[in-house]
């Protein structure tokens, strides 16, 4: 075949590691990859351009990029790893500053992509095995990677993104078709309108004129428009060969692989997949059996599009971190516990909790806790909310902290945000949950009582979606908000005028602001609970009354709802649901969905209902 | 029950030879459940741990029963998914490592009744090391306010806002008639005692002749959150059994409060024994 491995040349452009590259020479910073030492790599008849970060001395991670991309696609993700281990890059051939095999056809199979890539690994990591990451064609080539007999002991861990294995997907669609029920013909057909682009590219010459013509031209723009990748030096200028030599990689590969697909394609080292949820090449149900091939697979999912190297640096960044750090110290204890449903979705995200000292918001920090996010429980309480923060620590949280601050004062709000932001990074979901009751007909209730209602249950809410929402969409990558309305918000009553207009404009603000935020990846949803059984009964105002009166009516109403006795744990799970469907308003118990249902359809039996006056 | 209440009235921490009998039944079912905990294994199912409790009980004389034993892993003790009484009856649940237990016995010997919960775990579960340190609270909380002679409702309610304070589901809740004690007393010994539903007649006969008198006298032998509660302690016997809560774990002790008529605040209430496995492990982790 050919004759490869460890000669590598320095052909004197970049710096060879070791020489003025201790570990004191400290991380390098930014997200380009302009401080990038490179390298040339010599494998197979092709020069390969390879690029490191870091310190050679900690573990090496490869980052091998897809098609139509060159080693540029990693750049934010590089930059972000840097600080912690030896990040490597390279052009795969053909691609970047790679050159291409001749004749192509035949120089892009899989085989020879595991040449390139061992040349790679012993050139940067001679007798110690790297952590592998691949994304799209990148994946597709490092599950080969993980598979083949003559890589084991050579990888450490891989990270797959939005790149099944052809082995496995021909073994998919074998499946399929041997017992087509209708779930799988579905399956069938939606994966393969998804995998239009394979077919043109199986046209000869047309691909390669495109690329180079009017396609190559509009594509940033098309990135751009569909996938919401931002610029900033990514396509780079090579795209037009890139994606012309790539086109290589389907014709020498997709076909053979996916009509005699290896039946031992096992992975031999632990496999981390990361799923992008809106995919527009890729369905979810091609991992549904991954863990046959893939023992040891942790699963996660992100809600993005295809190119989440360059839309969610970050949360990958903090996944591989991860995954590749308990793969290093091999210690069991630190092996990623969550065991909540959602864990692949929340594990290692940032999440804020107000009024998490109690009710629905502690029962929300628990169930995010659950899920493996590090949790920042805030309320006015400051021993409820370390109390929270403690036992979000107990089942599931890697961190989690507890801020005492007031979510109506401004001031405090901001500088919690600022804390937060240098501290612990951007929150991820920002929960608005704290909320007051108060009680008393229109007329009964005193401007103070207004004020203070208003206070916490709008102006918190308000303050939480500036300052944290502001944070959230200036960083670019997503995020969720979530806001604590109420059944009242849509259930009008003469008892409640108070708060159930602060809930509905909770309500209304919820729905502005998804609109405004939809186009950034952030979804926003207002949780309508309806009677929960909380503390909000015991502390909740009674305007127009005496002090005993009020105290007896707290404790009527306590034992009401401790009648009806509905979990808050059943909200707090709800909110989840919430945010990983991204759905916009959600009414919890049954009551709040009949509530809703009326509020829609029969409002003026909801009308008739407001007027009746509650015993006393 | 009338002897119990007069006799430790009369002396301070005098013991009476009915207060040492059930003293002597509630160390014999801890006893029990300590040589069970010990015994239990991965893949031991609660049924197989049901039916330790009751040999090791039956070996050593117990031939009457308040309730069988009960033994539940996992997270059913923190009985999620329950909704009818049946399904507190152990099943096949096998225990693995990491999950907490709890067994829930209520021999008869030699006609002093006791009942009792213990909960364990096997091998490491923080969660269920800090329900059980949780605990403490409430069992300083309950003999203080029932020192104060507060109505047994409102005592269960701040039992409550504890619980919710401590971040806990109110598991207690779950039991019949939401109880967190019930009254407890001697059983007449016969050749031959039938249960019914686990529960032994004899003991239910008791219990009901004390609910239909206490419906005369206005109280309950049920300490509930219902209006039927809202009364001070009775004197008599009572089983307590405070059960915490928190995402899949449960943790509970329970043990037999003494109240008396006493006009002297710390005889008129008293745990009947302080030498209990939960209260040592308290003691000891002080003194760590």
């Known amino acids: 075949m050919n004759t490869r491995r460890g000669r590598d040349k320095s052909k004197g452009r970049g710096k060879v590691p070791g020489s003025g590259h201790g570990p004191g020479s400290g991380p390098v910073t930014g997200a380009g990859l302009q401080e990038a030492r490179e390298r040339w790599v010599h494998t197979g008849g092709v020069e390969l351009c390879v690029a490191e970060l870091g310190d050679p001395a900690q573990p090496t991670v490869i980052l091998v990029h897809g098609y139509p991309d060159s080693k540029e ?15 490597v890059l390279y052009d795969v051939r053909g691609c970047g500053r790679s050159t291409a095999p001749k004749p192509l056809r035949g120089g892009f199979t899989l085989e020879k992509l595991t040449d390139d890539f061992l040349a790679v690994a012993d050139a940067v990591s001679p007798g110690r095995p790297v952590h592998v990451v691949g994304h799209d064609w990148g994946s597709v080539q490092a599950w080969e990677f993980a598979t083949v007999r003559r890589t ?10 939005s790149g099944p294995s052809l082995d496995h997907f021909g073994h998919w669609i074998k499946k399929r078709l041997a017992r087509p029920t209708p779930r799988r013909t579905a399956q069938l057909l939606n994966q393969g309108a998804k995998s239009w682009y394979v077919y043109m590219l199986h046209t000869p010459v047309l691909p390669e004129l495109a690329w180079k013509g009017p396609l190559g031209k509009r594509w940033p723009a098309i990135l751009r428009r569909m996938e919401k990748v931002p610029g900033g030096g990514y396509p780079t200028a090579s795209l037009p060969t890139d994606a012309a030599h790539g086109a290589w990689l389907y014709r020498d590969n997709v076909r053979a692989r996916l009509r005699r697909p290896r039946a031992d394609a096992y992975a031999h080292c632990p496999v981390q997949l990361i799923t992008p949820t809106g995919d527009m090449f890729l369905s979810q149900r091609l991992y549904d059996d991954l863990e046959q091939w893939a023992p040891q697979l942790v699963r996660r999912t992100l809600p993005a599009k295809h190119w989440v190297p360059r839309t969610r640096p970050d949360q990958l960044v903090s996944w591989i971190t991860e995954f590749v750090t308990a793969k290093e110290e091999g210690d069991p204890a630190r092996e990623i516990a969550a065991s909540g449903p959602y864990a692949d979705r929340f594990g290692g995200q940032l999440v804020l909790v107000t009024g998490a000292a109690s009710g629905i918001g502690r029962a929300t920090a628990f169930a995010f806790a659950e899920a493996g996010a590090r949790i920042i429980a805030v309320d006015r309480d400051a021993e409820g909310a370390a109390r929270t923060a403690d036992m979000a620590r107990l089942i599931g949280a890697p961190q989690a902290w507890g801020e005492a601050v007031d979510v109506s004062d401004e001031a405090a709000m901001e500088k919690l945000a600022d804390k937060v932001d240098t501290e612990y990074g951007t929150v991820d979901v920002l929960v608005n949950n704290a909320g007051i009751g108060l009680s008393g007909s229109f007329m009964e209730t005193s401007t103070e009582d207004w004020k203070k209602v208003l206070d916490v249950n709008l102006w918190g809410v308000i303050h939480g979606c500036r300052v944290f929402g502001k944070r959230m969409a200036d960083r670019g990558q997503g995020g969720h908000i979530v806001n604590t309305a109420s ?44 009677f929960v059984n909380t503390g909000i009964t015991s502390t909740a105002r009674f305007a127009g009354v005496s002090a005993d009166e009020e105290k007896r009516r707290q404790t009527e109403a306590a034992r009401l709802y401790g009648r009806r006795n509905y979990p808050p744990e059943k909200v707090a799970d709800a909110t989840l649901r919430a945010v990983v469907r991204n759905q916009a308003v959600v009414p919890v118990t049954p009551e709040a969905r009949g509530a809703h249902l009326m509020s829609r359809f029969t409002p003026r039996a909801l009308r008739a209902i407001a007027r009746i006056e509650p015993p006393r | 029950m009338a002897s119990v209440t007069s006799a430790t009235s009369a002396g301070a921490g005098e013991i009476t030879a009915e207060l040492a009998g059930f003293r002597e039944v509630q160390r014999l079912a801890y006893a029990c459940a300590e040589a069970v905990a010990g015994q239990l294994k991965p893949g031991v199912t609660e049924r197989a741990a049901a039916r330790m409790q009751r040999e090791w009980l039956r070996e050593r004389g117990v031939r009457d029963w308040f309730h069988l034993p009960f033994a539940w892993f996992g997270d059913r003790t923190a009985f999620v998914n329950f909704r009818i009484p049946l399904q507190f009856f152990p099943t096949n649940r096998e225990l693995e490592p990491g999950m ?4 829930d016995m209520a021999p008869v010997y030699k006609g002093f009744t006791a009942d009792i919960g213990y909960s364990g775990c096997l091998g490491l579960n923080p969660v269920h090391d800090r329900l059980l340190a949780d605990l403490e609270a409430h069992r300083e909380l309950i003999l203080r306010e029932v020192r104060e002679r507060r109505s047994l409702r409102e005592i269960y309610e701040d039992v409550d806002r504890l619980m919710v304070r401590q971040g806990y589901a109110n598991r207690h809740r779950a039991y019949p008639f939401g109880v967190i004690a019930h009254k407890i007393d001697r059983v007449r010994e016969r050749r031959w005692s039938p249960t019914l539903f686990g529960f032994g007649t004899q003991s239910l006969k008791g219990l009901a002749s004390d609910a239909l008198h206490g419906h005369r006298d206005g109280w309950s032998p049920l300490w509930s959150p219902y209006t039927f509660s809202d009364h001070p302690p009775q004197p008599g016997l009572w089983a307590v059994e405070p059960h915490l809560g928190f995402r899949g774990t449960g943790a509970k002790f329970e043990e037999i409060l003494v109240v008396t008529d006493s006009k002297d605040p710390q005889e008129s209430a008293f745990w009947l024994d302080d030498d209990l496995p939960h209260v040592r492990r308290w003691q000891e982790e002080k003194a760590a």
Request: aromatic share 8%; hydrophobic share 50%; charged share 10%.
């Open chain 2, 100 to 103: 907490a237990f709890i067994l």
């Open chain 1, 487 to 530: 059944a009242a918000a849509f259930s009008p009553s003469r008892v409640l005028p108070a708060y159930s207009t602060s809930k509905a404009a909770v309500l209304m603000l919820s729905e502005c602001l998804r609109a405004e935020l939809a186009g950034q990846g952030i979804g926003v949803s207002a949780i309508c609970p309806g």
């Open chain 1, 152 to 161: 084991e002991g050579r990888i450490a861990s891989f990270t797959s993104m």
């Open chain 1, 73 to 87: 696609v990693w750049s934010e993700v590089a930059g972000g790893l840097a600080s912690r281990f030896h990040v």
